[in-house]
């Protein structure tokens, strides 16, 4: 079975820092998608980047891009210039070929003034 | 933009009670999920559906069934609530995945359900 690990619960970053949020996943299959989501306090989850395992290029949207390393199993995500708004839970989830969607445990981002 | 409805932002009810948590989804999307999220443990799969009237079993299932009987609505059911069916409970949707497709779950703003 698949599983998905965030091994760092909570993180820190001070304003226009940058900072890495780590995600490790297992599984035996070859193609997947990996996602990372974002929950503001206001509770609902927003799709913050996504990556196609098949893809070598590394996935960028703005200030958020990820490193992925296929043959480490890690996904991790890069946030650039952090500002106030980007304080939230961040989820790493993985998709299987069978629809299902996995999460990690999350990591709390508070990002310092 | 994708919306997807929960009914409820704050629910309490007692144990015992049959609890009817209802998702909406605007975009004519076939996949629809329900989890629950606690503290420390993320967001745990408890049933989906890929089409009217299809339902799937999820990692947590026990305690919880599931109606799909429209396109656009998926409902959580909790037979018989109990205290430790108190959690968050998400719903989310998405395209269907055949192929190489990417595409992401969209989430409603989550059912605070305390069960007393």
């Known amino acids: 079975a698949q599983t998905v690990t965030q091994s760092q619960p909570e993180m820190s970053v001070q304003e226009a820092e940058t900072v890495t949020l780590s995600c490790t996943y297992d599984t035996s299959e070859s193609d997947y998608y990996l996602f990372w989501y974002k929950q503001p306090p206001s509770r609902q989850m927003i799709l913050v980047i996504r990556?196609?395992?098949?893809?070598?290029q590394n996935a960028t949207e703005n200030r958020f891009s990820v490193n992925f390393q296929k043959a480490a199993k890690s996904f991790s995500l890069k946030i650039s210039d952090s500002q106030l708004g980007d304080a939230a839970m961040y989820f790493c989830?993985?998709?299987?070929?069978?629809?299902?969607?996995?999460f990690g445990t999350g990591t709390r981002l508070k990002v310092l003034a | 933009d994708v919306k997807v409805t929960q009914s409820s932002r704050y629910l309490v009810k007692r144990t015992g009670e049959k609890v009817f948590l209802e998702c909406v989804q605007d975009m004519d999307h076939e996949n629809m999920f329900w989890y629950r999220q606690d503290p420390g443990l993320g967001l745990r799969l408890i049933y989906f559906?890929?089409?009217?009237?299809?339902?799937e079993k999820g990692d947590i299932p026990e305690g919880y069934s599931v109606s799909r009987e429209k396109k656009e609505r998926f409902s959580l059911i909790l037979e018989s609530a109990s205290t430790n069916q108190t959690s968050m409970y998400l719903c989310a949707s998405s395209l269907p995945v055949a192929g190489r497709s990417n595409q992401p779950q969209h989430f409603g703003d989550g059912t605070r359900l305390s069960i007393l």
């Open positions: 990556q196609e395992a098949y893809k070598q």
């Open positions: 559906s890929y089409d009217v009237k299809m339902k």
């Open positions: 989830a993985y998709r299987t070929q069978a629809y299902k969607y996995i």
